[in-house]
């Protein structure tokens, strides 16, 4: 089984794949945070250079877009094609309601007519990417189960079913859920059942016993699933891949260095104070290793420059109780 690396934006950029990757290697793919292709044609700064090949160290890397219409998402395509990408990740999970209000991201499932179109007009430009000797480009799709009622997902697998994805990534939650409460496994296991694309499971994995769970559900229903995704799962747990492959958790000085290269690398690319404000949101996540630090970690949350910081980051790498 494939074990992904799930975008996440504002903290999983180039910086954080290439330093995450060399310090805890073994995931077999990474996804961009999204980028927004829209009629103008052109990309931010920041999108061109999370892309870029000359940034990017991991092996295998998909660029994830987002936009509603054929025209632009064939465009980013073919920009993409042209940087060497043979695949191109379509978001149909963005919840927030700026994206949801543009019927893009997962407001793109509450117009089913005009995904269904959407995707015959691009699959219909992309059959011209090679008739027009430009390298081919597949498209996969990453997912919610609907906008607002599970008895939604039937008829978007229906969709998806007509076109020959390069992979589903299902992450079984409704738009207006947002990140909360459980994933719809049942759901999420009948669109395994239905699919007729590779499937990916995305969603609330953060221990190996979840994963033996998911497995086990998926096990009892006689199916396969060829790949899974986890996202704030590897950012409280960095080791998780290897605690999955039944290896050992993850040293204090492991995470001390991994924690100290991203500081680096952040500081020397952002403004103190930018720098400060990734390595605080990565914390949100990474207290998670430790038992009883609150507070060591609210400590070190109110730090306002960087030596402070990484004397109170030191100290709970040094001194703090692992879980
Ligand atoms: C801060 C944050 C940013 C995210 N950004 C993206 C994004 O750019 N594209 C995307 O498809 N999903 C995005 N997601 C969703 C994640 O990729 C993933 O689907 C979600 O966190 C559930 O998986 P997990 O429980 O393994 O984290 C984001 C989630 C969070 C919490």
Redesign the pocket.
């Known amino acids: 089984m494939k074990i992904y690396f ?7 950029g180039y910086t954080f794949r290439n330093i995450y990757d060399e310090n805890f290697p073994g995931v077999d793919c990474y ?4 980028i927004a292709a829209t009629h103008t044609h052109s990309c931010k700064t920041r999108e061109k250079k999370d892309v870029a090949p000359e940034n990017n160290r991991v092996k295998h890397l998909v660029p ?1 877009v ?1 936009t509603n219409k054929s025209e632009d998402f064939l465009w980013s395509a073919g920009a993409l094609a042209d940087l060497g990408y043979s695949e191109v ?1 379509l ?1 149909l ?2 919840p927030s309601p700026t994206v949801v209000s543009k019927k893009k991201g997962a407001g793109f499932l509450g117009e089913p007519d005009m995904l269904d179109r959407f995707f015959e007009e691009t699959f219909e430009g992309l059959r011209h990417f090679e008739t027009a000797g430009r390298s081919a480009v597949r498209i996969s799709v ?1 997912t919610r189960i609907g906008m607002r009622d599970t008895e939604e997902a039937a008829a978007l697998m229906g969709i998806f079913n007509r076109y020959p994805l390069a992979e589903l990534i299902i ?1 079984p ?1 409704l738009q207006n859920e947002l ?1 909360r409460g459980v ?1 719809h496994a049942d759901v999420f296991l009948s669109m395994l059942g239905e699919s007729r694309n590779p499937v990916c499971f ?5 221990t190996p016993g979840d994963m033996e769970r998911l497995l086990e559900a998926v096990g009892k229903k006689k199916l396969q699933l060829p790949a899974v ?7 409280r747990d960095p080791a998780l891949l290897r605690r999955i492959q039944g290896g050992r958790a993850a040293r204090r000085d492991e995470l001390q260095r991994y924690h100290n290269r991203l500081l680096e690398a952040y500081s020397a690319a952002l403004s103190p104070k930018d720098a400060l404000f990734r390595m605080k949101e990565l914390w949100a996540y990474l207290q998670d290793r430790f038992d009883g630090e609150d507070r060591r970690v609210k400590r070190l949350l109110k730090c306002r420059d960087s030596a402070a910081f990484r004397a109170a980051a030191d100290e709970l790498f040094a001194e703090g109780t692992l879980r």
């Open positions: 799930a975008p996440m934006e504002g903290i999983t996804y961009t945070p999204f994830q987002l990740n978001n999970g963005c990453k992450h939650r990140y994933p995305n969603g609330d994995i953060c995704m986890i996202g704030r799962g590897f950012l």
